[in-house]
């Protein structure tokens, strides 16, 4: 018996397919289905969801001729799991390739698998990295091009050629299905050519309100393998993702060009989206992807150019899925899908059929939590191992200066055996106030209310709480016995990542072993971690904020002023104030000061540290000889 939104899905096809002339006809099937997926792309940086038009040209005529959704979230905050979701249609329990310690089963009837045996050549152009053929994504292919490389160009410029050759070598009335993949707009980056880093570098540079984080990133291992302390403000790093997003959309302007110069465009079925967002300080120190379940890691845009122009130029408001692809896929091209797939067709939207659907459910491996995104709620998981150990991947070698030699903090091994580094961080007094923003109890958040899901109302609203607890539980249980049925025990599991591929992802900045551990079970917690003490932090933050300013234009090279100086004793005092009446939490102000003491004797400014210094050095003994 198949679950009821499965049951749902198939009738909705079915109803679709008994529509008459609005129904796709499989004799009229759109010959061409190209599917691109540009990696890490934060809809808002495109000129179509509001972003600067000069980003994402290509892409923007585009939505011209197209139906673009405004809510598309992804099932999963990075790469791996959420490909594998867009191109089998099953969430990640499902289709159980949560990381690289699995590969797909072949009991798992892919979207290229479907189209192939209806009579589509396939071909997909990838950039490698955890969209490589060894996790399964071969499947129903016959040509997979994954040959990322170490020393020469990478991204559209190394895959928009082999593309457009494999175009030229169909057959003028060959069906085609073609996946395409890149990581432009990844970290690094700088690693767009210099001619687009300077056209993106000159746009203007104005501080914000969240640069003053970047002294902190500083002590984080992946920030600094990506090159994300490279920068001193977020809209220089926004400036140079913006200029690998347009790497990205000039790949799609040559392939949709590539695609009217052979006559397919007007049957064509064009969907151009991403596997995930990401995370620009959204939700405190991290920069990147991978880890939260809110909206700057999942919400994705999606573009869906349907066969002679079909609803172009329309917008859909409505909560949809990188799930609900290949069965739009397979809806169009009239192609009938494996029933255990899940998702639902985006046409029937498109045509004014209401959803049946009305959810989103995916996970996050490396915080080990799930998530359901229904009824206007954003509800996760507890996190099933201890919130510390999801930070441990991203600390150190370094961490911020402890006074007290006496303490040298926990020790952590990170990386692989050959490359392996030992560190050690102050967990009890957390200088770097991590046990704010990691995963730990169950969080609820409101999507209207709070658009940047910051406020988790988890425990301000028990009974939403508890209803979409039991809503999570009874469609994970769905997924998992989906998951039970496709398990197939020799192709489930992946010898893991070979030492080629751990240095070809060493590139984008990955580091190397904890994405090899096998996956932990999406299992409800039967317990409820103790929420974190989280103190009101606005004050130290206004201080941090007035310090950093000048700090910036510092290290740039700025000439140092009485008034430079007497901005930086200020935003001393108020953290040092702040630190008396946050005892407990004096280990986030201390090497804070010790930092701003440095910066003023290297320009030479005259402070009076010494006073406040040993008043927050004492409070932080204090508080950490409580905690012990």
């Known amino acids: 018996m198949l679950p009821p939104r499965l049951l749902a899905a198939v009738a909705l096809t079915a109803l679709l397919v008994a529509c008459g002339d609005d129904a796709p006809n499989p004799s009229h099937a759109p010959r061409t289905v190209v599917l691109v997926s540009l990696d890490t792309l934060r809809p808002e940086r495109l000129g179509v969801y509001g972003g600067h038009p000069d980003t994402s040209p290509a892409i923007d005529a585009l939505a011209s001729e197209s139906v673009v959704f405004d809510q598309v979230l992804a099932a999963s905050p990075w790469t791996l799991p959420s490909h594998m979701t867009m191109l089998t249609g099953l969430d990640p329990v499902a289709h159980g390739v949560r990381n690289a310690g699995y590969r797909l089963s072949r009991n798992v009837t892919t979207l290229a698998e479907s189209l192939q045996a209806a009579g589509f050549t396939t071909g997909a152009f990838t950039d490698g990295g955890f969209v490589d053929s060894s996790f399964g994504f071969d499947q129903g292919f016959a040509t997979y091009d994954d040959a990322r490389s170490d ?99 000039t790949g799609v302007g040559r392939i949709v060009e590539a695609l ?51 609803g172009a130029g329309t917008r859909r408001p409505e909560l949809v899925g990188l799930v609900d692809v290949a069965r739009t896929v397979l809806d169009v091209t009239g192609v009938a899908p494996d029933p255990i797939t899940q998702g639902e067709s985006l046409l029937g939207l498109v045509r004014g059929i209401p959803r049946s659907v009305d959810f989103v459910l995916g996970a996050s491996q490396n915080a080990t939590t799930g998530f359901l995104v229904r009824d206007g709620l954003t509800y996760v998981t507890p996190t099933a191992i201890e919130p510390m150990r999801i930070a441990q991947r991203h600390l150190g070698p370094s961490t911020p200066p402890d006074l007290d030699p006496s303490d040298d903090g926990v020790e952590y091994t990170q990386g692989n055996d050959e490359d392996a580094v030992t560190l050690r961080y102050d967990v009890a007094g957390d200088p770097l106030g991590l046990s704010d923003v990691l995963p730990g109890p169950e969080m609820l958040f409101d999507r209207a209310a709070d658009p940047g899901e910051r406020h988790d109302v988890a425990r301000e609203r028990p009974d939403d709480t508890k209803r979409m607890r039991t809503a999570y539980q009874k469609l994970l249980a769905e997924s998992q016995a989906v998951a039970d049925q496709l398990f197939d025990e020799e192709a489930g599991v992946n010898e893991g990542l070979d030492r080629e591929q751990e240095r070809l992802l060493a590139t984008l900045g990955y580091i190397g072993g904890s994405e090899s551990a096998p996956a932990i079970p999406m299992k409800m917690r039967t317990w409820a971690l103790t929420p974190p003490e989280r103190p009101d932090t606005s004050g130290l933050v206004a201080a941090a904020r007035a310090a950093y300013v000048v700090e910036a234009r510092l290290r740039e090279g700025g000439e140092a002023s009485p008034d430079d100086a007497a901005t930086l004793q200020d935003a001393a005092l108020r953290m040092a104030s702040w630190a008396g009446e946050n005892p407990d939490f004096a280990a986030r102000v201390e090497w804070r000061l010790v930092a701003l003491t440095a910066l003023a004797e290297q320009h030479g400014l005259q402070l009076e540290p010494q006073r406040w210094l040993d008043a927050v050095h004492d409070a932080a003994r204090a508080a950490k000889r409580g905690k012990r």
């Open 260 to 310: 009217r110069a052979a006559g397919r465009w007007d049957d064509a079925l064009l969907i151009v989206t991403s596997d995930h967002g990401e995370s620009f300080l959204d939700h405190g120190l991290h920069v990147g992807h991978g880890l939260a379940s809110t909206d700057d890691e999942l919400h994705v845009p999606l573009l869906l150019k349907l066969p002679r122009g079909e």
């Open 151 to 249: 020393d020469g160009p990478n991204g559209m410029l190394r895959i928009v050629p082999r593309v457009l050759s494999w175009l030229d070598e169909r057959d003028a009335g060959e069906d085609v299905f073609l996946f395409v993949h890149t990581f432009d707009a990844h970290t690094p980056y700088d690693s767009p050519g210099p001619e687009v880093l300077e056209r993106f570098r000159a746009r203007p540079v104005d501080d914000g309100p969240d640069d003053w984080m970047f002294d902190a990133l500083a002590y984080m291992n992946q920030q600094v393998k990506t090159g994300v302390t490279g920068y001193a403000r977020l809209s220089e790093l926004l400036n140079d993702y913006d200029a690998g997003v347009h790497v990205a959309d």
